[in-house]
C-alpha cells in the first residue's frame, strides 16, 4: 500500500510540476511502466484529482490540495534524511531540506527547491509579517509557486538591484511575492555597489528607502539565494581592482552583497539598501533556498560565514559539501 501511495504521489508531484503532460512522459519522469501509470491515473481521475484534456494531464483544485500535506509523508527516502542530518551538523543550520536530484542536470529540480522553499514560506508567515527576499532564479521560483491569498503582510527587497534579468531582480520577486500574498511590496530603486560615501549619501535624499530601513528592522522573514562568483561576467558591480583580488583569494560564494572563500573569511561586502550582515542575528526565520553540485562550495562558504537558519537545497549540493567536509566537525565545533 505504501509503496502504491509512495507512485501516486510521484505522478501528483509530475503534473503538478509539469502540467498539463502525458502518460508517456509521466512514465519516462516517474520510471514507472506506462501501464502502471495508466492505472494509477484512472483511479485518482475517479477521486476527483485529476483532469484529462488533450493537452494532457492537469490536477484539480482538490489534487492541488494534497500537494503540500502530503510531501512531509513521501517525499524524502531514507537516504534523503540521513543526507539532511548530516548537512544540518556540518552546517550548522537549524533545519535542511534535501530534494532528489541535481539542479545543474535538471530545471524540474530547480523548480522542486522553489517549490518546497514555498512550503516553509507558508508553514511560518503571518498577518503583520515583514518578509525581506532577494533576487535569482531559485527565489523567484518561491514566489511564483505561492499560491494566491490574501495576507496582511509586507515584502521588501533584502537588498538593491543586481544582475540582468529583469525578472529576477529582488525588486521584481518582492512585488510578486506580495502580489501572490495579498500584501504589500516596498521597492527600492538603487543598485547595489555604491561607494560607502555615495550609498550613504542616496540614503539620506530618499525617503522611501527610510522606510525601507525601518521595515527591514522589524524583519521576521529573510528568503535568501547563494551563488558562486565563479562567472566573472556577474561582477560587473564590482570595481575591476576587486575583482582581481576576489580572484587571488578564491572567494567562491556570494550572498546579500557579502563575498566569502571556502572557509567563511568575507573577502568583500557591497553596499546595498535591506539586509546586512548585522542584520541576520536578529530575524526570526532565515530561509535559504539554493542547489547544484557546482553550488555546494558556496552554500557551505557562506554558513561559514554566518548565513543559517533553514536551507532547502538538492542532493547535488548536499554530496558536493559531505565530500567537502568529510571527517570535519560542524561549523560551530571547528575541525
Given at each position: ?5 509512495q ?8 503534473i503538478?510540476?509539469?502540467?498539463p ?11 514507472l511502466?506506462e501501464?502502471t ?5 484512472e483511479?485518482?481521475?475517479e477521486?476527483g484529482?485529476?483532469?484529462s484534456?488533450?493537452s494532457?494531464?492537469?490536477l ?5 490540495s494534497?500537494i503540500g500535506?502530503l510531501?512531509p ?5 531514507p ?7 548530516k548537512?544540518?551538523?556540518?552546517l550548522s543550520m537549524e533545519?535542511?531540506i534535501?530534494?532528489r ?15 518546497e ?6 508553514r511560518?508567515?503571518?498577518d503583520?509579517f515583514v518578509?525581506?527576499v532577494s533576487g535569482?532564479?531559485?527565489?523567484a521560483?518561491i ?6 491569498l ?5 515584502v521588501i ?7 540582468n534579468?529583469?525578472?529576477y531582480?529582488p525588486n521584481?520577486v518582492?512585488s510578486?511575492?506580495?502580489e ?6 516596498h ?5 547595489d555597489?555604491?561607494s560607502p ?6 540614503k539620506n535624499?530618499?525617503p ?6 525601518k ?8 528568503v ?5 562568483p565563479?562567472?566573472r ?8 581592482d576587486?575583482?582581481e583580488?576576489l580572484?587571488?583569494e578564491?572567494?567562491?560564494?556570494e550572498?546579500?552583497?557579502l ?5 567563511g573569511r ?7 539598501v535591506?539586509i546586512s550582515r ?7 526565520h ?7 553540485s557546482?553550488k ?7 554558513a561559514r ?6 536551507l ?15 571527517g ?8
Open positions: 500500500m505504501m509503496a502504491e501511495a507512485e501516486r504521489y510521484e505522478i501528483l508531484r509530475q503538478h510540476d509539469n502540467g503532460v502525458g502518460r508517456h512522459l509521466l512514465a519516462m519522469q516517474t520510471k511502466s501501464n501509470v495508466r492505472k494509477h491515473l483511479k485518482m481521475a477521486s484529482l485529476l483532469l484534456r488533450p494532457g494531464m492537469s484539480t483544485s482538490k489534487g492541488e494534497l500535506p510531501a509523508y513521501f517525499q524524502k527516502s537516504a534523503l534524511s540521513d543526507m539532511e542530518k548537512l544540518q551538523a556540518v533545519r535542511v534535501v530534494v536530484g541535481d539542479s545543474d542536470a535538471s530545471d524540474a529540480v530547480r523548480n522542486e527547491i522553489s517549490q522553499a514555498a512550503f516553509v514560506l507558508l511560518i508567515i503571518r503583520g518578509t525581506a535569482g532564479p531559485v527565489i521560483g514566489a511564483e509557486a505561492l499560491p494566491s490574501h495576507m496582511k503582510v509586507d527587497p533584502a537588498r538593491g538591484g543586481f544582475g534579468r529583469v525578472e531582480l521584481f518582492a510578486r511575492m506580495a501572490k500574498l495579498g500584501g504589500c511590496y521597492i527600492a530603486h538603487i543598485p555597489g555604491l560615501e555615495l550609498f550613504l549619501q542616496v535624499e530618499i522611501r528607502l527610510k522606510e525601507i530601513d521595515l527591514a528592522a522589524k524583519t521576521d522573514i529573510l535568501t539565494g547563494v551563488d558562486e565563479q562567472d561576467s556577474k561582477w560587473t558591480d564590482i570595481p575591476p576587486v575583482r583580488r580572484v587571488k578564491k572567494a567562491v560564494g550572498s546579500l552583497g563575498y566569502a572563500d571556502i572557509e568575507i573577502l568583500y561586502r557591497l553596499y546595498n535591506g548585522e542584520d541576520i542575528s536578529s530575524i526570526p532565515v530561509l535559504i533556498a539554493a542547489g547544484g557546482h555546494g562550495p558556496a552554500i557551505l562558504a557562506m560565514a554566518g548565513i543559517r537558519g533553514t532547502v537545497t538538492d542532493e547535488g549540493a548536499g554530496q558536493e559539501i559531505i565530500h567537502m567536509t568529510a570535519k566537525k560542524s561549523i560551530t565545533g571547528g575541525y
